[in-house]
């Protein structure tokens, strides 16, 4: 069963806004992965970042954890119209590599 | 490097009819490999999981099984198809575990079949 939920389910925004997004989950993890999927594609692996962590960077994505709080949050500055897609949320590492997905966030970035 | 191929991507099937969808890893050994499936709109729901040939757990009850003839190969399959079996299935991978339970690593994904049962 999933056990994400990430808010919102959908965003719009102009080229150039921030867009964040946020996913909550249930039980204990290892880490939280972030993946993006472009319409009718698989999804592609985005960012890690471990239990131990609080935050993490890679180019435009800074991704937050609150393990206290189940939460975790995917920001993209600067974003593009190349970055709409659906976004993902997966909490991993508890036993041999399986992920529990979140719902995603539809995002759409206006040229 | 690594790759997955899954195939087709897309398939029409009639109620009742048999299943195969086929995935494929090049570059690597001893993959962990996974079946999702993804209802139209939603998250991923892993269906299945390897760490081995002929190694498959089943994480939900369900109209499809799973097999691992070979290394890197996973194979799904249902052999009467229902309705609710349509949606869109992705495989996966990741590297093997270094210890049981514990990985930090990534997933990699195939492109997916929609799968229609009509």
């Known amino acids: 069963s999933q056990q994400g939920e990430e808010d919102p389910q959908a965003l719009s925004i102009q080229e150039g806004e921030n867009a964040t997004m946020n996913c909550s989950y249930k039980t204990s993890i290892n880490n939280l992965q972030w993946y993006r999927q472009n319409s009718g594609r698989g999804l592609v692996h985005l960012i890690l970042?471990?239990?131990?962590?609080r935050e993490k960077h890679s180019g435009r994505l800074r991704v937050t954890l609150d393990t206290s709080k189940k939460s975790s949050s995917l920001l993209i500055t600067a974003s593009r119209a190349a970055d709409t897609a659906s976004y993902f949320c997966?909490?991993?590492?508890?036993?041999?590599?399986?992920?529990?997905f979140g719902q995603g966030t539809i995002l759409t970035v206006h040229p | 490097s690594q790759t997955i191929h899954q195939w087709p991507a897309t398939l029409v099937q009639p109620v009742g009819s048999p299943l195969s969808l086929e995935c494929t890893v090049e570059g690597t050994s001893n993959p962990n490999l996974y079946w999702y499936r993804q209802a139209a709109g939603r998250g991923l729901q892993l269906l299945f999981y390897s760490i081995g040939i002929d190694q498959i757990s089943s994480e939900v009850p369900q109209n499809l099984s799973a097999s691992r003839p070979q290394d890197r190969q996973f194979i799904l399959s249902s052999k009467k198809l229902l309705l609710s079996d349509s949606g869109f299935y992705l495989c996966a991978w990741t590297e093997p575990s270094l210890r049981q339970g514990v990985m930090n690593t990534e997933a990699f994904f195939g492109q997916g079949t929609r799968l229609t049962v009509v």
């Open positions: 970042i471990r239990s131990n962590e």
């Open positions: 997966a909490s991993g590492g508890t036993s041999y590599g399986k992920l529990t």
